[in-house]
C-alpha cells in the first residue's frame, strides 16, 4: 500500500487565537505545521504544547513585516518538511483612531502586518517553497469582514483588509490553472486576545466600559455572540481539503450573520 505523504502547512501568527486554532487543527488532519511569530517564548512553548499532544508541529520566530524573516522562515520549512502545500496568513494587527489624528508610524504599521505581508509571504512560497510544482496548492488569507465594509475608527484596518481581499481574487484568479487555489476567510468577531484588546481602544474612544462595547456589538451579530477560533479553523481546514479544489478566489465570512454579503 502506498503510504501517503504528510502534507506540510505553514500558519503565520499561531501562537494566539485563530493562528493557533488553526495549526492545530491542520495538524489533527494530519499536516506537519511549521508555525510562526514574533515572541521567541511564545513559538516554542505553542510548539511544545502542540507536540505534547501527539501532532508533528515546529516552530520559528517570524516577523511578516521583515523579508528577511519571511526567506529565512519559509527556507527552514523546505529544509525541514520538503515542499510547501499549504500556506495560511493568519498573522494580523487592528489599528484605527480619529482619522486626522492617524500617525504615519500607524498607519505603515497596520499595511505591512496585515497586507505587504501577505503578498511578501506568498511570494516567497511560490518562488522558494515548492508549491508551483506540486500540482496543487492551498493559500489561505484571513481577511475581516472589515475587508468587505467599512468599520468606524478602523480605517487604516479595513484598508488593509480589503486589500487581501482584492489580492486573494486576483491572485486566485492567476493561479487557477496551477492547481493552487487561493481564499480568504474573513472573521466577525472572534473571541481572542485581539478582540479584547479592540473592546479596550474602544471604550476609550466612547469614554465607556468593555463590558458596554461587549454588548454593543453582541447586539449587531444576528447570532448574538461572537465566533471561536475554532469555527474559523474549521473552514481554513475544509479550504485545506482536497474536496475544496474548485473553491477559489473566493472572500467567505465566518461572523454569526454579522455580515451577509
Ligand atoms: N479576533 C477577531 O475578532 C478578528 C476578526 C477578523 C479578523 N481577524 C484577523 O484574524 C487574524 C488573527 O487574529 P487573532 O484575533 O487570532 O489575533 P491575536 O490573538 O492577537 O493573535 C495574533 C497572532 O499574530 C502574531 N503576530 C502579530 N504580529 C505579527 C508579526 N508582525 N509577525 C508575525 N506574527 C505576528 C502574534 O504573535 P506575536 O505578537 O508574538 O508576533 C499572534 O500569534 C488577524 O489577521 C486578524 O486581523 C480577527
Given at each position: 500500500m502506498t503510504?501517503?505523504?504528510?502534507?506540510?502547512?505553514?500558519?503565520?501568527?499561531?501562537?494566539?487565537?485563530?493562528?493557533?486554532?488553526?495549526?492545530?487543527?491542520?495538524?489533527e488532519q494530519g499536516h506537519r505545521v511549521l508555525l510562526g511569530a514574533r515572541t521567541?517564548?511564545?513559538?516554542?512553548?505553542?510548539?511544545?504544547?502542540l507536540r505534547n499532544d501527539g501532532l508533528d508541529v515546529e516552530g520559528q520566530t517570524l516577523d511578516v513585516r521583515d523579508t528577511a524573516s519571511i526567506?529565512?522562515?519559509?527556507?527552514?520549512?523546505?529544509?525541514?518538511f520538503g515542499a510547501i502545500d499549504v500556506l495560511v496568513n493568519n498573522a494580523?494587527?487592528?489599528?484605527?483612531?480619529?482619522?486626522?489624528?492617524?500617525?504615519?508610524?500607524?498607519?505603515?504599521d497596520v499595511i505591512d502586518t496585515n497586507l505587504n505581508s501577505v503578498f511578501r509571504m506568498t511570494?516567497?512560497?511560490?518562488?522558494?517553497?515548492?508549491?508551483?510544482?506540486?500540482?496543487r496548492g492551498r493559500i489561505i488569507n484571513v481577511a475581516s469582514t472589515a475587508g468587505k465594509q467599512g468599520v468606524v475608527l478602523g480605517a487604516p484596518y479595513s484598508a488593509s483588509k480589503h486589500g487581501v481581499v482584492g489580492?486573494?481574487?486576483?491572485?486566485?484568479?492567476?493561479?487557477a490553472p496551477t492547481g493552487i487555489t487561493v481564499n480568504a476567510v474573513c472573521p466577525g468577531y472572534v473571541e481572542?486576545?485581539?478582540?479584547?484588546?479592540?473592546?479596550?481602544?474602544?471604550?476609550?474612544?466612547?469614554e465607556t466600559t468593555e463590558e458596554a462595547i461587549l454588548t454593543k456589538f453582541q447586539a449587531k451579530i444576528p447570532l448574538g455572540r461572537y465566533s471561536t477560533p475554532e469555527e474559523v479553523a474549521g473552514l481554513i481546514g475544509y479550504l485545506a481539503s482536497d474536496t475544496a479544489a474548485s473553491l477559489t478566489s473566493q472572500a467567505l465570512n465566518v461572523c454569526g450573520g454579522l455580515g451577509n454579503f
Open positions: 503510504q501517503h505523504t504528510p502534507r506540510v502547512a505553514l500558519v503565520t501568527g499561531a501562537t494566539s487565537g485563530i493562528g493557533l486554532a488553526t495549526a492545530r487543527l491542520l495538524a521567541e517564548s511564545d513559538v516554542i512553548a505553542t510548539a511544545k504544547s526567506v529565512s522562515f519559509v527556507a527552514a520549512a523546505v529544509e525541514r494580523g494587527r487592528s489599528g484605527g483612531g480619529v482619522t486626522a489624528e492617524i500617525s504615519d508610524e500607524l498607519w505603515d511570494r516567497a512560497v511560490l518562488s522558494t517553497g515548492h508549491m508551483q510544482e506540486q500540482g489580492f486573494t481574487k486576483a491572485l486566485g484568479n492567476e493561479l481572542t486576545p485581539m478582540a479584547q484588546r479592540v473592546r479596550q481602544g474602544y471604550a476609550a474612544a466612547y
